[in-house]
């Protein structure tokens, strides 16, 4: 004989609380058993997402600074050569040899410069070439004071100013001034810059973007007048299209390309110049 299950809503007060009690622990048992197996299904899942979102701000992060320009275009590259003008100041003495000139140089100097020699009057300040370290150190050999110069934005390179007249160790930002020309050490008044990888520790000829930054502050990955002021210092105008010093075909004062917007092309050969703008 069965017997008919009463209706929740026949039970007393107290089996009424007993039962809903029952549920409650019964429904607990059943999350807490069914948490481990969803969490085992989500979590793939919500390392992927992750993964992705944290990955691509990562890979914007690298890009962004990939962006940040510290490599010099080639025209700046070029050594400046004896006479030539840089930053309004005269190219006494390049880097390389120059026993041929023997006879013409201040006792003690060598015959072969590592640097390049500006004909700077005292107290030319030179500038912070992007995030700059500078140590100031004196020459007993002849350079005077020292300023060894490291920047976060040339990272391939160190310099060195020689025979300053003031000299200003630590941490500076772009364009602050670094130091001061003078004429401790060999000589009369002027800037002897030196370049030098820093991997291999290889002195270079100081390259003529680098030159002008010291000199005038100006970067020359913002300033782009910076590139047409030194085409116009080294390779002057040209009415008929030419190679560059680096084989690129221009015309005028380093264009690449006519008015039109076609690219200009030159013959096989470096064509003379027509006019300078006197150098």
Known sequence: MSVAKPRFQ???PDLQYQVWQHQQWRNRAFYLFLSPCVAYLAIPQVNAWVDSHIGVKRQVVIEDRREIPNELPETLKLSPNRGD???GFEVTSPYGDRSDRAASLPPGASLFHLGTDLATPKGTEVYAMGSTTVECWTDGGGG????????????D?????LHLEDCYPGNHDTGAVIAKTGDSGIGAAHLDMRQENRLSGQKLPPYKGYIQWALTGQSPFSAPSLLVDNIK????LSLEAYLDPVGIPTIGYGATTYPDGSRAIASLRQKPKTSSSGT
Do not use: H, K, R, W
């Open 157 to 161: 390179y160190s310099f060195q100013f």
């Open 233 to 236: 210092d080294s390779e002057g």
């Open 10 to 12: 026949d039970l007393s």
């Open 144 to 155: 005077g004071l020292v300023a060894e110069v490291t920047s976060q934005n040339i990272p």
């Open 85 to 87: 003008m840089m930053a």
